[in-house]
């Protein structure tokens, strides 16, 4: 009731003052050149100069566009946006996103009539960010509002891989072992981890394998796991036929896998019941092994903990393969970046012109602009390669992310990074192993259908009573309080929940969309 | 004239209590009865975006989803099997604490155990279940070394269901009692001090004294905090359960608040877990009237209503 008093009253509020404060803004000069106002946020301690940036400065050359910004604090970004958006006085153009929820509030004004639809601007005006943003398909669901309608142009990011496996060197060197490719090999690992003391504590206290849960989701990245066995703890796609991971034979491979591993104390027997964080707080008590999770955040471990612990070196290695043809994984993220973007404002006169600019920053010139600034600068080729100069490689004022930051590059507005960037920055072991999957071993993963609300409603009901029905049982047959070979009885139990179903709709939805 | 300022003196001699009232009468209205419209979405497929007038009716498919489930029988159990734990241990214990406290003669270790006894409830539960979660823990758990001390096995206790409603239960006195006993130390303080002196002539015992004197004192105040618990044992917030909840003891650890919360909040399904909020509510109801129904037959002056 409150809520739907709140709305209505919100949108006079904001339309109100967007119709007062229209007018005073960007300022078309006689010569056809355009000023914008930009919001954006910036960290504190980093100092930018914005009248001398060179890269900015060839963007308002090639169109006409000259940008005006007012780089607010990160710290205190939240707020400030919220006094901006209730005093209505909106400038031209708006870098705003808040950290985990990304551009829910963007979103949300847009929806109220903040921001403008910018799809049919983009179908019109600019074919960069058309091929970049509309056409895949991945993409525009991912920035697409619930009303349907595209409020922001996003910061898109090179690399797709997000999680993989991790294993400690310096243990492998400890036990004698080369890294394992399969799964039997990795079985010899774990016991060697686990029985031969690679910690050099005396005590057989190593957890040989740990993993992170997610909410209550226990097999977030155990489930990595299965496409060992060419299985899915979820739905897949094999020759066009949709099938459901869990009701596939090979899933019992998985199960007993997982299952042996868990009786033999190698997999971290309180996996379903730790509280915070088991990854840093194991790791950082130098008692695990190997652990599937974050590329960065994982890799970040050998810099916090590489001091305390002697000849701590933690190195990604390739999915193990057991009865799959080869080692394979289907996790991935998005391109779409959620801390980096911008909306162009209600107020704002000239949308044509801002969406041709930031339709540029989009374009092979552009874009280098913006991930490597001006030539002979900040980037020299080498070869065919733009390479980074001292000046932000060896900065004896910033590192090397900060130094990008001040000359204007890797700004958290609407661009897309390019490979070469992600290549050439810092953390190269967490690079590294991005790039390795990303090459290597990252397949298609299930897409995103759409269903019909008859269809919708159909899943809601039976397809969350197969969803918890399977956690739950793959979790007992885990840790053996039903064995592995009784989970079969799961198949004709999901059968009965309504598995054909479901399957039958996943398919239409499927072959609606290929 | 004279009969209208005669309807009017309680509203003039007694302004203070109607002023006092008003905040009580907006937040019931506000927040209790106000929100009752929004059931109906129990009978629509309710879509935020298009508000209630928008969505389309699907009658009672929400609530035959809900009774067909192969779940429905399991969460009904587990939810009356907590309750009936809570009641039947949950509930003496604050008693038993307050006339513990009562019995104390040391002020300041009275205060001091009073003070003790109420601190857990400002706990959040979260913290809560992450101290017990590590009291259990099977490695490092205080509960499993005095076990292995012992000369015991350790007991991995969050991963065999049959321990999960005792848990359960005992993590709720811990965390409870001492904030319930506040109202029976209370009730206690209000009983006339001559009851005692005459029954001390008489020549009454202090259990005698307890017998007779005081339980019999405070029996209204049990009874209507009995029919209040009734009405709330099929109410088990969604928290406290999922967070000690995980996959390997479902089958005695999900109740309704954690379907409700798995299908209305996770997946959007507003509509689903209304029709089930519903149903929930339906119980409690028919819990609270029988138990109030209970109360005044057994005796007369102490049933809510």
């Not at chain 1, 898109?156 to 243990?171: C, K, P, T, V």
């Not at chain 1, 190195?315 to 909306?343: C, L, N, Y």
């Not at chain 1, 100069?389 to 090397?400: A, V």
């Amino acid at each position: 009731m409150k809520k739907r008093l709140l709305i209505p009253l919100l949108m006079i509020a904001v339309t109100g003052f967007l119709s007062a404060a229209g007018g005073q803004e960007s300022a078309s000069s006689e010569d056809g050149s355009v000023t914008l106002d930009v919001w954006a946020a910036k960290a504190a301690e980093l100092q930018v100069d914005t009248a001398s940036l060179a890269n900015w400065k060839a963007v308002e050359e090639a169109t006409g566009v000259k940008l005006n910004w007012s780089l607010i604090s990160t710290e205190v970004k939240d707020e400030q946006f919220n006094l901006v958006m209730t005093s209505g006085d909106l400038p031209d153009v708006m870098a705003y996103y808040e950290g985990k929820s990304g551009f829910s509030s963007v979103n949300k004004f847009g929806i109220e009539g903040a921001f403008l639809p910018l799809e049919d601007l983009i179908r019109e005006n600019a074919p960069n960010l058309k091929a970049a943003l509309l056409d895949d398909p991945k993409v525009k669901e991912a920035i697409t509002a619930s009303d349907g309608n595209i409020y922001y142009i996003p910061m898109l990011s090179a690399l797709n891989a997000a999680r993989g496996w991790y294993i400690r060197y310096d243990w492998l060197e400890a036990v004698g072992k080369d890294v394992p490719t399969t799964t039997e090999e990795l079985y010899d690992v774990l016991v060697a981890f686990k029985n031969e003391d690679p910690n050099g504590n005396g005590e057989a206290d190593e957890i040989p394998m740990v993993f992170r849960r997610r909410g209550d989701d226990a097999f977030y990245n155990l489930g990595a796991l299965a496409y060992a066995f060419d299985s899915d703890p979820g739905w897949i796609v094999r020759n066009g036929k949709v099938v459901f991971g869990p009701s596939e034979a090979q899933y019992l491979d998985y199960l007993n896998y997982i299952a042996k591993l868990y009786k033999e104390g190698l997999i971290d027997q309180e996996i379903l019941t730790r509280a915070g964080n088991p990854r840093n707080d194991l790791f950082g008590k130098n008692l695990a092994g190997t652990i599937h999770d974050w590329f960065a955040s994982t890799a970040s471990l050998n810099d916090t903990l590489g001091d305390e612990i002697k000849g701590f070196n933690l190195r990604h290695m390739a999915p193990p393969v057991g009865t799959a043809k080869e080692p394979f994984t289907r996790i991935q993220m998005s391109k779409v970046r959620g801390d980096g973007g911008w909306a162009i404002s209600y107020s704002n006169d000239d949308p044509v012109a801002t969406i041709k600019m930031m339709d540029y920053l989009f374009s092979a010139e552009g874009s280098k602009l913006m991930n490597f600034g001006v030539e002979g600068e900040t980037y020299e080729m080498k070869g065919s390669v733009p390479t980074y100069t001292d000046k932000i490689t060896n900065n004896p004022d910033n590192g090397f992310h900060e130094s990008l930051v001040t000359y204007g590059m890797q700004w958290k507005i609407g661009m897309q990074q390019e490979i070469e960037y992600e290549k050439q920055f810092a953390n190269a072991i967490a690079t590294a192993a991005r790039i390795d999957y990303m090459d290597n071993y990252i397949v298609d993963e299930f897409p995103i259908l759409s269903f019909t609300e008859d269809e919708q409603m159909i899943i809601d009901d039976k397809f969350s009573q197969i969803k918890l029905y399977t956690a739950e049982m793959t979790a007992r047959a885990m840790v053996g309080a039903i064995s592995p070979s009784d989970f079969k009885k799961t198949f004709d139990e999901l059968n009965k929940m309504g598995l054909k179903e479901v399957t039958a709709i996943y398919q239409a939805a499927y072959d609606r969309k290929y | 004239m004279a009969k209208q300022k005669i309807k009017n003196k309680s509203l003039v001699n007694h302004r203070e209590l109607w002023i006092m009232l008003i905040p009580v009468l907006v937040y019931f209205i506000l927040f209790k009865y106000l929100p009752m419209g929004g059931v109906v979405i129990a009978l629509q497929r309710y879509s935020p975006f298009k508000g209630i007038s928008g969505s389309p009716w699907v009658g009672l498919e929400y609530f035959r989803q809900f009774f067909t489930s192969i779940y429905f029988w399991r969460v009904l159990r587990n939810t009356l099997m907590i309750g009936l734990y809570d009641l039947v241990f949950g509930f003496p214990a604050p008693i038993i604490l307050a006339l513990l406290l009562n019995g104390l003669r040391q002020k300041t270790f009275k205060k001091v155990t009073q003070t003790v006894t109420l601190l857990p409830h400002f706990v959040s539960y979260v913290v809560v279940a992450g101290i017990a979660l590590n009291m259990l823990s099977p490695s490092t758990g205080v509960i499993n070394a005095f076990r292995v001390k012992m000369g015991l096995e350790s007991i991995y206790f969050m991963q065999e269901s049959k321990y999960f409603w005792g848990i359960f239960t005992i993590i709720r006195i811990i965390k409870e009692s001492g904030f319930a006993a506040i109202i029976y130390l209370a009730a206690l303080a209000g009983i006339d001090p001559t009851l005692y002196e005459a029954a001390h002539c008489d020549g009454a015992s202090r259990p005698q004294q307890l017998r007779h004197v005081t339980l019999p004192s405070i029996i209204p105040t049990i009874v209507i905090m009995f029919i209040i618990k009734v009405g709330k044992i099929i109410s088990i917030s969604f928290e406290q359960v999922l967070l000690l909840q995980n996959d390997v003891i479902l089958d005695t650890s999900e109740v309704i608040s954690t379907l409700v919360y798995r299908r209305g909040l996770v997946n959007a399904d507003y509509s689903y877990a209304t029709a089930v909020g519903l149903f929930e509510t339906f119980v409690a109801l028919v819990l609270v009237l029988g138990s109030n129904a209970l109360a005044r037959r057994m005796k007369s002056d102490s049933s809510l209503w």
